[in-house]
């Protein structure tokens, strides 16, 4: 069984900084993709961040310059870098990674259970 595990979020005051983490554990074979969705209150999901295992980054436009994401493909772990934070990054972040469970050719997509982050004005 797959599971991702998020650490890091918090309260934090606007212009402060926290660093989100996420580690991959189970049975798989490799880990594809990892990065960050966020879910504001009372929208939907949408994509953050997204790093692939050779380094190939996509960030969101309202986060580009501010956010850094990074991982440790030993450790299957992704990590996210906010600084600059603003209210409007108040939300629910989510872990999410395409993992390869016995071959390149049998993938699923995960989900963490989401780490509240919120930034005070």
């Known amino acids: 069984q797959v599971r991702l595990v998020e650490s890091g979020g918090g309260f934090v005051q606007a212009g402060g900084s926290l660093r989100l983490s996420c580690v991959a554990s189970?049975?798989?074979?490799?880990?594809?993709?990892m990065g960050w969705y966020r879910q504001r209150p009372g929208e939907q999901r949408e994509l953050v961040a997204l790093l692939t295992s050779s380094g190939s980054t996509t960030y969101a436009g309202a986060v580009k310059g501010r956010f850094t994401i990074f991982r440790d493909n030993a450790k299957n772990m992704v990590s996210l870098q906010m600084t600059s934070l603003e209210p409007e990054d108040t939300a629910v972040y989510y872990c999410y990674a395409i993992i390869a469970l016995r071959s390149m050719s049998s993938v699923s997509n995960y989900w963490g259970p989401g780490t509240q982050v919120t930034v005070s004005s």
């Open positions: 189970g049975n798989f074979f490799r880990v594809n993709v």
